[in-house]
Structure formats: C-alpha cells, structure tokens
C-alpha cells in the first residue's frame, strides 16, 4: 500500500522526460501514476473478489495510500523532476 505508489511514481517523474519537458505535465503524471493504486483498486476488488470486505480494501486505498502520497510521494516527485 506503500512502496508500489512510490515506485510507480518516481518511475513515471523519470519517463516522463521522455514525453514531455513541462514540469508541470511531468509532474501531474508522476502524481497519476503513483495514484493509480488507490483510484482503481476499489473498483477492481469489488469486480474480482465480491465477496471482499470493503471494510478492509477501502480503507488501505484511502487511509494509508492517498496521505502517504500526498506528504511523502509529492515532494519526491518534484524533486525527481528537477534533478532529471
């Protein structure tokens, strides 16, 4: 719930370069990319598990994941952006 988002993230502030040179564009995408977790799990796990308690799935996405992007991910992120 932690360590994919950031991968993902700083993987894609990389990539991006290959894109685009706007920093805002590159940044946008890294933030999608690391926020692709929380925004398509929900829905994937009320598809392939309907059984699966959203008590527990739910909760992941949104209590751990999103904070933890928004104070830790962001900031990495950019600084990616600029060093590359």
């Given at each position: 719930?932690?360590?994919?988002?950031?991968?993902?993230?700083?993987?894609?502030?990389?990539?991006?370069?290959?894109?685009?040179?706007?920093?805002?564009?590159?940044?946008?995408?890294?933030?999608?990319?690391?926020?692709?977790?929380?925004?398509?799990?929900?829905?994937?796990?009320?598809?392939t598990v309907p059984k699966a308690n959203?008590?527990?799935?739910?909760?992941?996405?949104?209590?751990?994941?999103?904070?933890?992007?928004?104070t830790i991910g962001m900031p990495i992120?950019?600084?990616?952006?600029?060093?590359?």
């Open positions: 719930a932690i360590l994919i988002p950031l991968f993902n993230g700083c993987l894609f502030a990389i990539l991006s370069s290959l894109i685009t040179d706007d920093i805002s564009n590159r940044f946008m995408f890294a933030i999608l990319a690391a926020s692709a977790s929380y925004i398509a799990v929900p829905a994937a796990m009320k598809i959203p008590g527990l799935f739910l909760p992941m996405a949104l209590a751990v994941t999103f904070p933890v992007n928004i992120y950019f600084l990616i952006i600029k060093t590359f």
